[in-house]
């Protein structure tokens, strides 16, 4: 191949990426459009799509934490659980985590059906800028990456300071709230044995400011017609303190064990707990920011996922490694930082694997 054929694909995908964002559709309206083959912008690379085969089954390799009575007689038992899943794997599943199903059902219904309603309704608030509190568009990394993924995307800021009411989309707007009322609630519970888990005071994390700053990301993944060309969101881990995960019953979430895939099944009531890069680093790699993906989904059926991600909202604050988890036996393995420069590097990257952890170390 010759230069100018390279330099001919980069101008017409960069054309194609251009129609795709100007168009406001997403893949939903892609799809919705009689589309049967995948357009090449959402074409993996080789490297990708050799490793999309089905995961081995390994149902036990993902804990699953009891946090019934965690207040109480359990409690040492479950910081140990929620301790040793943090550092082996950096993902658990939790039940009997006090929030009712049908506040799940009713979020995951509420999510679904803002990305079902008419493209224009949609299309009115499709947009990029990170600084606005709604947002609806097709791949945070859209202009990063080496591929498109397939996948939509409401993203609603609910803290420190809510998006604005009216912002917010009607046919989503009470379950919203609703459900960051509840994450709030949870939120606090992990972070406490989180915090105990790694030897801390139960407050630790909090006194970050951490329960404060939530972003929350409503998925839409629509059917594939080829799953085996594309994913429905590239293997990254996340860039925040943790992550709150709650999935419907269709699958596709995948979690790198060592060298291997495994499936993270749906389990009906049960939420998924991720560390993300920043605890990873004030733990000083006690705990694990795991990498994850999600395959393109099969199903005819579309397969919805909400992530709300907890951020420290301390800005005035140098971070890195807790002084009491640095010794001479384990120096820090990172270099302060403001929360500033950290986000700004995590926009001007796109969502690949560990690379904003990388550049923090000391
Ligand atoms: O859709 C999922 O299950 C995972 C979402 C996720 O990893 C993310 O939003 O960062």
């Known amino acids: 191949m010759d230069v100018t054929d390279t330099t001919q694909q980069a101008f017409d995908r960069a054309q194609e990426l251009k129609r795709f964002e100007e168009s406001k559709l997403g893949v939903k309206g892609l799809l919705d459009s009689g589309l049967t083959s995948l357009p090449p912008l959402f074409i993996h690379p080789p490297e990708t799509l050799f490793t999309l085969k089905p995961a081995r089954p390994r149902p036990d390799s993902i804990p699953t934490i009891d946090l019934s009575c965690c207040d109480s007689f359990r409690r040492p038992s479950v910081v140990a659980e929620v301790g040793r899943a943090a550092r082996e794997?950096?993902?658990?599943?939790?039940?009997?985590?006090?929030?009712?199903?049908?506040?799940?059902?009713?979020?995951?219904?509420?999510?679904?059906?803002?990305?079902?309603?008419?493209?224009?309704?949609?299309?009115?608030?499709?947009?990029?800028?990170?600084?606005?509190?709604?947002?609806?568009?097709?791949?945070?990394?859209?202009?990063l990456s080496k591929a498109a993924s397939w996948r939509d995307t409401l993203r609603i800021v609910l803290g420190p300071k809510l998006a604005d009411l009216e912002e917010?989309?009607?046919?989503?707007?009470?379950?919203?709230?609703?459900?960051?009322?509840?994450?709030?609630?949870?939120?606090?519970?992990?972070?406490?044995?989180?915090?105990?888990?790694?030897?801390l005071s139960p407050g630790k994390l909090q006194e970050l400011k951490c329960?404060?700053?939530?972003?929350?990301?409503?998925?839409?993944?629509?059917?594939?017609?080829?799953?085996?060309?594309?994913?429905?969101?590239?293997?990254?881990?996340?860039?925040?303190?943790?992550?709150?995960?709650?999935?419907?019953?269709?699958?596709?979430?995948?979690?790198?064990?060592?060298?291997?895939?495994?499936?993270?099944?749906?389990?009906?009531?049960?939420?998924?707990?991720?560390?993300?890069?920043i605890l990873q680093i004030m733990s000083n790699n006690e705990y694990k920011s795991?990498?994850?993906?999600?395959?393109?989904?099969?199903?005819?059926?579309?397969r919805v996922s909400i992530a709300v991600f907890f951020y420290p909202n301390n800005h005035e604050k140098e971070f890195g490694p807790f002084p009491e988890l640095v010794s001479s036996d384990k120096p820090a393995a990172y270099r302060q930082f403001t929360l500033d420069e950290y986000m700004r590097r995590f926009f001007t990257k796109g969502l690949d694997g560990k690379s904003l952890i990388n550049y923090f170390r000391a």
């Open 89 to 143: 794997l950096g993902f658990f599943r939790v039940v009997n985590h006090g929030v009712p199903t049908e506040v799940l059902d009713r979020t995951i219904a509420a999510v679904k059906a803002f990305h079902e309603q008419p493209m224009e309704a949609k299309a009115k608030i499709y947009r990029r800028e990170m600084g606005t509190g709604v947002s609806f568009f097709s791949n945070i990394d859209l202009f």
């Open 168 to 199: 917010i989309p009607e046919v989503c707007r009470n379950k919203v709230l609703e459900w960051n009322q509840q994450v709030q609630q949870l939120g606090s519970l992990l972070l406490g044995l989180l915090s105990e888990g790694l030897g």
């Open 211 to 277: 329960l404060e700053k939530r972003v929350m990301v409503g998925h839409y993944y629509p059917y594939c017609p080829q799953p085996d060309l594309t994913v429905g969101l590239t293997s990254h881990t996340d860039s925040g303190m943790i992550t709150l995960l709650l999935q419907d019953q269709i699958g596709g979430l995948q979690v790198k064990h060592g060298d291997e895939w495994v499936d993270l099944a749906p389990v009906p009531g049960a939420l998924v707990v991720n560390i993300g890069d």
């Open 290 to 302: 795991g990498d994850h993906r999600v395959l393109a989904n099969p199903s005819r059926e579309p």
